[in-house]
């Protein structure tokens, strides 16, 4: 099952521009549809999708729609509710996996300035993903943005454990020790960002940010090799990496010839050679895309580790 990331952002993208990927990456064979309350796109995903129930051209059970809780309503009695929004956006029953998008509550201070709230546990959040798990709202429950420290804890402290941590992964920034952590105690991993997201300074510069040095996967030499060996782009080759590795990997466009070809790495296999010259690119977390530097106080909180 190939995933699709709808996550552009409703003010920095047209909705119909949005909907001609969904309908793009539903035509190409994508079964998973990964959003969050915070991309401002449910109503879109939900309208698409319903277009192609209603068509009998797909299934409600042929289709796994991941959602998450937003880090602005991570409060323990905000949980249902917050669900309750996302699945009438979606025009859903129910989702397939419902996340926890951050771990840390993000509040603004007596200055208007982003922070995280000092006195909301992340645990007590979980506690009640299980209660709306036990309710039948979502078939699956799970975290996004976990460190190694965060799961040892979660782990300590749940009833349900976290089906999935969702987590930025790329062939700079390879995560081993996490995903070690996460595949001893069954938790699946979904790779955000897998492809670098080059775009990523096209949003900071569009919020008044500085741009940010971000390594160039797609023109990185020994990904264009393999490549070239495989007759396949490097953003290919970068996601069957993962794909072998067992890593769910959602990458993010809204061009529909890059849907398609994103899809396209079924038909091939790396060798034990290609597999460990991509390992060889790891420079661990200094190559992290997403640092989370739009929220200017965040890094204040004692929980803050990006």
């Known amino acids: 099952m190939m995933n ?34 915070v991309y401002q796109n449910e109503e879109v995903v939900g309208r698409v999708l319903k277009e192609w129930f209603d068509a009998d051209k797909l ?20 949980v249902e509710d917050s669900l309750e929004e996302s699945l009438t956006k979606l025009q859903l029953d129910y989702v397939d996996l419902y996340l926890i998008h951050f771990p840390i ?16 546990d992340y645990v007590d959040v979980w506690k009640k993903m299980e209660e709306v798990y036990s309710a039948g709202k979502v078939r699956a429950i799970g975290v996004s943005n976990f460190s190694v420290k965060k799961i ?31 595949t ?11 492809l670098g997201s080059r775009g990523y300074n096209s949003y900071l510069e ?10 160039d996967i ?11 060996k495989h007759s396949k782009t490097p953003a290919q080759i970068a996601l069957r990496f993962l794909l072998q590795l067992g890593i769910a990997a959602i990458p993010k466009s809204t061009t529909p010839s890059r849907v398609r070809e994103n899809i396209d790495i079924f038909d091939f296999s790396l060798d034990e050679k290609d597999m460990n010259k991509i390992r060889a690119l790891d420079v661990g977390p200094q ?20």
């Open 59 to 78: 299934a409600r059970e042929d289709i796994f729609v991941t959602t998450k809780l937003s880090p602005f309503t991570m409060y323990p009695n905000k």
């Open 218 to 228: 797609l023109n990185d030499h020994t990904m264009q090799a393999i490549a070239k």
């Open 4 to 37: 699709f990331l709808a996550n552009e952002l409703a003010e920095n993208s047209k909705d119909d521009s949005l909907e001609t990927a969904l309908h793009e990456a539903l035509e190409a064979g994508y079964r998973h549809i990964d959003t969050a309350a």
């Open 184 to 194: 001893k105690h069954g938790i699946t991993i979904t790779a955000y960002s897998p």
């Open 152 to 182: 040892n804890r979660l782990l300590k402290n749940c009833r349900i454990k976290p089906a999935n941590n969702q987590i930025e992964i790329h062939v700079y920034m390879q995560q081993k020790e996490l995903i070690d952590l996460c």
């Open 287 to 306: 190559a992290r895309v997403c640092e989370f530097e739009v929220f200017a106080k965040l890094n204040e909180h004692p929980e803050f580790e990006f």
């Open 105 to 120: 509550t993000i509040t603004s201070d007596e200055s208007g300035e982003y922070c995280g709230h000092p006195n909301i």
């Open 206 to 215: 569009g919020i008044g940010q500085q741009a940010k040095e971000i390594r």
